[in-house]
């Protein structure tokens, strides 16, 4: 009892960590999201590939397979109280996907191959909107494919690593500035476009069972930068004269897909499970989106973002209700990697509450099925960005923010 | 199943709940901005050119949707105010037809060369909007380009029979309810609750911008002899502001007036300096020999003859010196010495070419136009022709200080009136000139840098010289929201004027 009591403290109080904002996306398991997304010490099924590939050789079965799918519904809203300019994103719901397996080889090594959306933003505002010279829509995707060799060195003590091949695209359409317009009145505007882009990196992670019931585990994935350097600008509504001179040009753009640590503890006992994940995005390495035009007449485009670092903290539960049934309820706190005067209208996001609850049920022996929801709560805020120039001067565009979401995911697990 | 059925109905319920989570107070709740004492669920604006949304020397639709009054109407938007209906043009060109031939050219573009040199041109597209195509309907923006104080009160101004002959105006014949209506009639039909009012400008405006051709008419009550480009007289202007007021308030409506500015406040007067030519010693000493006669033997004669004053005279001499100097002009307020001269055996060409000669000085503002008219050849087969040297400029591009002095004298007494009477009705007032006169001395800064009366590039003027930008409308939109705030005990939304546009780069 007093071991139970001091991981419980532990477990809520530990110094603590985790991962969001930007243009992350929490979403890779439909029975962690239940739980605050926490999941680095649990080791439960094919998802752990996300959490903790070390984990998966721990598991008992020779197949694992999880598949899953979220629907994400956000709203960002915006209005500025002295020119009463109000707004609200249309986004259609963004659909994340997740595909995880392992196979054990041996009673100490598993493989497996894994392919999930770790990166994506579909934002999409009315167009010519008040910020529109800042976005009128991004759509924006990273999907990893990802193998991993898990070995167990000893029965407490694994380790597993692989590549991860990250492809991307991007589709992000804004006006030229805030007044441009050609002959008819039209505002000028630039869209740019790239996809299949691809960046190698690499995944490590490692777990350690000091005790029955509890587990702890970390996993480190790489930076990448993500860099297209044949996408396509192009230009529309653009006046007819030498002082306007864009013209459709290829472009090249550096998008970093940040280093993200991932460390967490998860301890089960009688019917429950506990767990705590600190996840820590290293989104400092994004300072600029910097657009290049391959035709020399066309300004470059520098946008700077001057991201944080920032950390996710989550807390979850399962209650396994009946055998076959399982309750789970988390919360995490999310902080936002944009700092003050970086409020970019792509992702003008404060930190967030986030409260989940979801649950499994074992249909058959080799198939379950968990649903989760997870509701997002972000507080009002005053913000702007104050990093737009005409002119040489700088020109804040800002007011009040308030972004909601919510996600409803469902997986499903399958074993042999 | 049925579990699952229910989680996804739960789920769908939720996520509506989630995604209209909206702000504590929003700027569209009822109460959140409001108009104070008045009503503006109705309202209709009245005036010239600069109600209608006029720029750059056309009506387009882009200049219309900033129109200051669309801009008010946007903000009143807020606070219970309706729809807000404006004879729209046809296209974005502007210029008009009437019976199919172009009776007013397309707007001005800023055209810009292979060296960059950047020149105002006329858009080179055909215009769409024909007069006869006559709109139905009532609409909120009675702004009639051109339009004089008398003229909101006069019968067939909208008539299209008569745009022809100059008896009415092309753009009120495009909308007037009926062929004899009065544009005041049309705005009182409305009904609103809340107007705007800015005429007069035109009463100054046309004998200014055409360099001081007309006639001054004050003592002369009766407008329907006045010429278009004369000075209305002040007691008419008050007699007719009142009555278009007494027709607007009737019915107790509030609204808000402006005055008019100052023509040196315009950059169509103050773009081109008194000294626009450039000149070597030795082309100066060339010149001066030219009007060695006129300096030394006519003028003197003409003094011994009583026929001019030593005054008169000196103000008549010529010199040119290396440098910048003044152009030689016309001025019509001089005597005019040509018959004297033929008279007395000079050619008559030269008797004509000194019979009102005397240059330019730093109290007289050239026209815009007379940029492109300096330096020019008056014949092209004559290289020594010299517009501004040789010959001089002519009236109509120049504004003496006597013909300015008439100009302000007007300004100032229309000004008197509109403040007293906006004072009698308490409506809200917006003391234009003012503001122009700040935009001309030195500006008024915006979030991307300092509005300004230069021409071109300050951003406040479009490329006519006299009419504002959308920027420049947008400017005047918010002082008028801040008029009627303390007027009525109001709280409206602002524009940010950085969002409206300037100038127009395009080549033809």
């Not at chain 2, 055209?111 to 024909?130: H, I, Q, R, Y």
């Not at chain 2, 008797?351 to 007289?364: I, K």
């Not at chain 2, 010299?386 to 120049?398: C, K, Q, Y």
């Amino acid at each position: 009892m007093t071991n139970r009591f001091f991981i419980l403290i532990l477990l809520l109080f530990s110094t603590l960590v985790a991962y969001a904002g930007g243009y992350r996306v929490s979403l890779q398991s439909g029975r962690a999201l239940a739980m605050g997304h926490a999941g680095v010490g649990v080791i439960d099924n094919a998802e752990g590939a996300f959490f903790n590939p070390s984990a998966l050789v721990h598991l008992k079965n020779r197949l694992e397979i999880a598949a899953g799918v979220s629907v994400v519904y956000s709203t960002i809203r915006f209005q500025d109280e002295v020119t009463g300019q109000s707004e609200k994103t249309h986004n259609s719901p963004s659909t994340p996907l997740y595909l995880y397996s392992n196979y054990h080889l041996s009673d100490k090594f598993s493989v497996g191959l894994s392919v999930f959306t770790p990166y994506g933003s579909a934002v999409e505002y009315t167009t010519d909107w008040p910020g529109s010279h800042l976005v009128n829509r991004i759509e924006l995707s990273a999907f990893y494919i990802q193998p991993h060799v898990a070995y167990k060195i000893t029965e407490k003590f694994s380790v597993a690593a692989g590549p991860i091949i990250a492809i991307g695209s991007v589709d992000f359409n804004r006006n030229l500035n805030r007044t441009m317009i050609d002959i008819d009145g039209n505002r000028s505007n630039v869209t740019v476009k790239a996809s299949g882009v691809t960046e190698i990196g690499w995944h490590a992670s490692a777990t350690y069972l000091p005790m029955e019931g509890l587990t702890v585990g970390a996993t480190y994935r790489s930076e990448m930068i993500m860099s297209p350097d044949d996408g396509d600008a192009t230009f529309s509504n653009v006046p007819n004269s030498p002082m306007t001179p864009f013209k459709d040009s290829k472009f090249s753009a550096e998008l970093p897909l940040p280093a993200e640590l991932l460390i967490g503890v998860a301890y089960e006992f009688d019917k429950w499970t506990l767990a705590f994940d600190y996840n820590l995005a290293f989104w400092d390495v994004y300072k600029s989106l910097d657009i290049e035009f391959a035709d020399p007449n066309i300004p470059n485009s520098s946008n700077p973002r001057n991201y944080k670092n920032s950390s996710s903290y989550r807390f979850g539960a399962q209650y396994q209700l009946k055998d076959n049934i399982a309750l789970r309820a988390g919360y995490y706190y999310d902080e936002t990697p944009v700092q003050s005067t970086y409020f970019a209208p792509e992702t003008p996001r404060a930190d967030s509450h986030n409260f989940t609850f979801g649950g499994g049920i074992d249909i058959t022996d080799n198939f379950r099925v968990d649903v989760a929801f997870l509701y997002i709560y972000f507080k009002e805020i005053d913000e702007s960005y104050d990093h737009y120039e005409e002119n040489g001067i700088k020109v804040p565009f800002g007011g009040t923010w308030k972004t909601s979401g919510f996600v409803p995911s469902i997986g499903l697990t399958y074993r042999m | 199943m049925k579990l699952l059925h229910k989680i996804f109905i739960a789920s769908a319920f939720l996520a509506l709940v989630a995604c209209e989570t909206d702000f504590d107070n929003k700027v569209t709740d009822e109460g959140f901005y409001n108009s104070g004492s008045a009503d503006v669920s109705a309202f209709v604006a009245v005036g010239n050119s600069l109600t209608a949304g006029y720029a750059d020397n056309a009506l387009y639709k882009t200049g219309q949707e900033n129109s200051f009054p669309n801009i008010l109407a946007s903000r009143f938007a807020f606070v219970g105010g309706g729809e807000f209906k404006q004879p729209m043009m046809a296209d974005n060109y502007g210029g008009l037809l009437l019976g199919g031939n172009k009776i007013a050219e397309p707007r001005m573009v800023l055209s810009f060369d292979a060296d960059g040199n950047a020149a105002p041109t006329v858009l080179d597209k055909t215009p769409t909007t024909e007069v006869s195509d006559h709109l139905s309907g009532t609409f909120n923006n009675l702004g009639v380009p051109g339009a004089k104080s008398f003229h909101l009160a006069a019968p067939g101004y909208g008539n299209v029979a008569g745009v022809a002959t100059g008896q009415a105006n092309p753009y009120f014949a495009r909308f007037a309810s009926s062929e004899n209506a009065t544009v005041i009639q049309d705005a009182v039909a409305v009904d609103a609750t809340f107007f705007s009012l800015w005429i007069g400008n035109n009463d100054i405006l046309s004998y200014a911008t055409s360099g001081g051709v007309g006639e001054d008419q004050t003592g002369n009550m009766d407008p329907t002899t006045y010429g278009g480009n004369d000075i209305t007289d002040p007691m008419v202007f008050a007699s007719v502001y009142s009555g278009l007021l007494e027709g607007l308030t009737a019915n107790g409506a509030k609204g808000v007036v402006a005055n008019i500015p100052d023509v040196t406040t315009i950059p169509y007067f103050t773009t081109v300096p008194y000294n626009a030519v450039p000149m070597d010693e030795a082309t100066a000493a060339m010149v001066n020999a030219n009007f060695e006669l006129y300096n030394d033997q006519v003028l003197p004669l003409m003094v011994g003859a009583g026929v001019i004053s030593p005054e008169e005279a000196a103000l008549r001499e010529i010199e040119f010196s290396a440098g910048q100097n003044a152009p030689i002009i016309v001025d019509k307020d001089l005597t005019n010495l040509t018959d004297i001269l033929i008279s007395q055996g000079i050619d008559p060409t030269t008797a004509h070419l000194v019979g009102q000669l005397r240059q330019a000085n730093a109290e007289d503002l050239l026209l815009l136009p007379s940029s492109s008219v300096i330096g020019t050849l008056a014949d092209p087969s004559n290289p020594m022709s010299i517009m501004g040297v040789a010959v001089p400029l002519p009236d109509e591009i120049v504004l003496t200080k006597k013909e300015q002095v008439l100009v302000h004298t007007a300004m100032v007494s229309y000004n008197a009136t509109i403040q007293a009477l906006a004072s009698q009705h308490e409506l809200a007032f917006v003391d234009a000139n003012a503001l122009l006169r700040q935009l001309a001395d030195g500006g008024l800064s915006y979030d991307a840098g300092m509005l300004t009366s230069d021409y071109v590039t300050g951003g406040a003027f479009s490329l006519d010289g006299v009419h504002p930008t959308a920027r420049g409308y947008a400017f005047i939109a918010n002082e008028m929201v801040k008029a009627i705030e303390s007027t009525y005990g109001a709280d409206l939304p602002k524009v940010n004027i950085g969002e409206f546009p300037t100038i127009m780069p395009h080549n033809n």
